[in-house]
């Protein structure tokens, strides 16, 4: 019998693995007094699968259970025992709604299989295999039926999210008031079909510089190349408007993936006069990365369709353009 899964055709995405724990997770019979040890690179793949803590629950009907998981583990939200049968109705385990993505989510899995496929048959280079994709990442200011998709993104994505906030519906059909801030969706799609809403950006202008308080993109399209495309467009938008650009970055457990983009792409620690214009972090671990910005190539593996962010801003601050 070969190693392959055992099951009617191929399974679809799995978002649990469940580990049978004696000589499958580690070596021997904890029962049976065995001194286990976890099997060879085991733990490297739990840690590769593992959901964030902050989206994992736990039920138990010992306080001292639930107390003893809140001390070892704060992130992983604890309930009683007695709360089990409402637990679907809380909002934590219920979407408040449905976004274009969430219903078609069916044909975006069909589609990543016939991709992957694809990539498996492909004999070239990664580059040139890219380039076959056709992709068209497509850029565009947010609408208020868009807010779902933009709130969706920033709970959902940890790994790819510059400060780990979460904006809500409210503060977002704030700030698309707010002439000075730009609310972006970042589409993806291929010759396969699309990927969805794959990337939020959060900006705040002003006319010396340019304040990138979010950039959040989907880990499913690390590999394409999503990110630094994104990140690329944004500093050639500030470049031509004659400005820098600051972007908040706080560390997390899971984001240093981020942090590597925007140190590739340029970003540094320097200080700059340009920094005075943009209020002090509320958050006292939020960093601010600062790039002059130049002009940047077009990307060379997808064609990007995204709107003009504008003229430099003109307002009656008292900060002076930056040197």
């Given at each position: 019998?070969?190693?392959?899964?055992?099951?009617?055709?191929?399974?679809?995405?799995?978002?649990?693995?469940v580990?049978?724990?004696?000589?499958?997770?580690?070596?021997?019979?904890?029962?049976?007094?065995?001194?286990?040890?976890?099997?060879?690179?085991?733990?490297d793949?739990?840690?590769?699968?593992?959901?964030?803590?902050?989206?994992?629950?736990?039920i138990?009907?010992?306080?001292?259970?639930?107390?003893?998981?809140?001390?070892?583990?704060?992130?992983?939200?604890?309930?009683p025992?007695?709360?089990?049968?409402?637990?679907?109705?809380?909002?934590?385990?219920?979407?408040?709604?449905?976004?274009?993505?969430?219903?078609?989510?069916?044909?975006?899995?069909?589609?990543?299989?016939?991709?992957?496929?694809?990539?498996?048959?492909?004999?070239?280079?990664?580059?040139?295999?890219?380039?076959?994709?056709?992709?068209?990442?497509?850029?565009?200011?947010?609408?208020?039926d868009?807010?779902?998709?933009?709130?969706?993104?920033?709970?959902?994505t940890?790994?790819?999210?510059?400060?780990?906030?979460?904006?809500?519906?409210?503060?977002?059909?704030?700030?698309?008031?707010?002439?000075?801030?730009?609310?972006?969706?970042?589409?993806?799609?291929?010759?396969?079909?699309?990927?969805?809403?794959?990337?939020?950006?959060?900006?705040?202008?002003?006319?010396?510089?340019?304040?990138?308080?979010?950039?959040?993109?989907?880990c499913r399209?690390?590999?394409?190349?999503?990110?630094?495309?994104i990140?690329?467009?944004?500093?050639?938008?500030?470049?031509?408007?004659?400005?820098?650009?600051?972007?908040?970055f706080?560390?997390?457990?899971?984001?240093?993936?981020?942090?590597?983009?925007?140190?590739?792409?340029?970003?540094?620690?320097?200080?700059?006069?340009c920094?005075?214009?943009?209020?002090?972090?509320?958050?006292?671990?939020?960093?601010?990365?600062?790039?002059?910005?130049s002009?940047?190539?077009?990307?060379?593996?997808?064609?990007?369709?995204?709107?003009?962010l504008?003229?430099?801003?003109?307002?009656?601050?008292?900060?002076?353009?930056?040197?």
């Open positions: 019998m070969s190693g392959a899964a055992v099951g009617p055709g191929r399974p679809a995405l799995v978002k649990c693995l580990w049978d724990l004696d000589n499958t997770l580690w070596d021997g019979t904890l029962a049976e007094g065995d001194a286990v040890e976890l099997r060879h690179r085991v733990a793949v739990v840690t590769k699968l593992k959901f964030a803590l902050d989206t994992v629950a736990f138990d009907d010992q306080p001292a259970e639930r107390a003893e998981m809140q001390f070892r583990l704060p992130q992983v939200c604890c309930y025992a007695e709360l089990a049968p409402g637990l679907a109705d809380l909002p934590e385990f219920s979407q408040e709604t449905v976004t274009v993505d969430s219903r078609r989510r069916r044909s975006m899995y069909q589609a990543s299989f016939r991709r992957d496929a694809a990539q498996a048959e492909f004999a070239g280079p990664d580059q040139e295999f890219l380039r076959s994709l056709e992709m068209v990442m497509r850029v565009g200011r947010a609408t208020e868009e807010l779902s998709r933009v709130s969706e993104l920033t709970l959902r940890s790994q790819m999210n510059a400060t780990g906030v979460h904006y809500s519906d409210a503060v977002l059909r704030g700030l698309l008031a707010d002439p000075d801030h730009e609310v972006l969706v970042i589409t993806l799609a291929d010759r396969f079909g699309p990927h969805g809403a794959v990337g939020v950006v959060l900006i705040a202008r002003q006319a010396a510089v340019w304040h990138l308080k979010l950039l959040a993109t989907s399209v690390v590999s394409f190349g999503a990110g630094s495309v990140l690329n467009w944004l500093i050639d938008q500030v470049a031509e408007a004659g400005c820098h650009l600051v972007a908040d706080r560390r997390t457990e899971r984001n240093r993936m981020m942090e590597v983009a925007y140190r590739f792409a340029g970003f540094g620690d320097d200080p700059c006069a920094r005075a214009a943009i209020p002090a972090p509320a958050d006292g671990n939020v960093t601010r990365l600062h790039i002059a910005a002009r940047q190539p077009a990307p060379a593996t997808m064609r990007l369709v995204a709107p003009p504008g003229a430099p801003i003109t307002t009656s601050s008292t900060s002076s353009p930056p040197s």
